[in-house]
């Protein structure tokens, strides 16, 4: 079982970025996927995540009109689509699995994790 996130880059402010969250061994169709990030010296923080059963999605206020979450269960992936980047942004990116097929915000609901993707928003 495994989650690798990838996509991850140096972009400017105002740029975008897509993030990639592919599994293996399990299939994703059945859980809830979330995204979260890391900052130095920042605890992690729930970004975005989307439910399996209803498709229903969740965005932090921070990323709310400039991030989309989506999934492709033909593919057995999720993105993230990171518009409008800014400073602030700067983090590692991991995504994780739900152990349901809904969502929330509480990393200790998420069981598996990806290895993280680096993001970095600077001029």
């Known amino acids: 079982v495994q989650l690798q996130a990838c996509g991850g880059g140096l972009v400017q402010p105002g740029g975008s970025l897509r993030l990639s969250c592919a599994a293996s061994?399990?299939?994703?169709?059945?859980?809830?996927i979330g995204w979260f990030r890391q900052a130095p010296g920042k605890e992690r923080e729930g970004v975005s995540c989307i439910s399996s059963s209803d498709g229903s999605t969740y965005y932090a206020d921070s990323v709310k009109g400039r991030f989309t979450i989506s999934r492709d269960n033909a593919k057995n992936t999720v993105f993230l689509q990171m518009n409008s980047l800014k400073v602030e942004d700067t983090a590692v990116y991991y995504c994780?699995?739900?152990?349901?097929?809904?969502?929330?915000?509480?990393?200790?609901?998420?069981?598996?994790w990806g290895q993280g993707t680096q993001v970095t928003v600077s001029s």
């Open positions: 061994g399990f299939t994703l169709d059945y859980y809830g």
């Open positions: 994780a699995s739900h152990r349901s097929s809904y969502i929330s915000t509480g990393s200790q609901d998420y069981r598996y």
